[in-house]
């Protein structure tokens, strides 16, 4: 059975992770068009530097939780059949075990070289402005999709999204981008859709099985769900 899931900023934020959902908008008292554009970036390197050196620090001082772990644990039940997508940038689903893991918005603690596209793994701060470990030019970003920007690996999602038979979305609205349209994808080729969300989304998104609640209550029971009819 093969299984694409989708996760969001809810799960992040169980563990703790601020996020732009919160209800100002704002992220750590920064607005999105400060600190998440290409534009910000070329206007004031420095602050956006200094706001993701802020967001990996954070981010090491929090632990995955109970979703996180559940997902790890259907990882291990399905192996590939199993495929995690996820629009957080942290590293919380690799530090509870997920390893068929797809950072579709990129990661913290990755940095990006826009003169020679390494994206080499990154734990220190770039604000210092460091030279690439590959061509020693000090031009390393965050490695992480700013608004106006491409996701990575979309095919590969969407290729997956098709062949799937459940599709599941945790901790993301069904009526947004990417989530509104993985689901009616994943429904127009025939798979189950899930939502395990805080809110539920609007009755017209097709899925099939809308749960609301925290994630760290209904993953694991969906989890459970998964792994009990699978050997039954
Ligand atoms: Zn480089």
Redesign the pocket.
Known sequence: MRIVVLTGAGISAESGVPTFRDADGLWEGHRIEDVATPEAFERDPATVQAFYDARRRAVASVAPHVAHRALARLEGALGDELLVVTQNVDDLHERAGSRNLVHMHGELRRAL?T??G?RPRWDADLAPRPP?P??G?R?LRPDVVWFGEMPYELDRIEQAVVACDVFVSIGTSGAVYPAAGYVALAAAFGARTVELNLVPSDPMIPFDDARAGRAGELVPVWVDEVIAARSS
Do not use: D, S
């Open positions: 070289c003169a020679c390494a690439c590959v061509c030019e031009m």
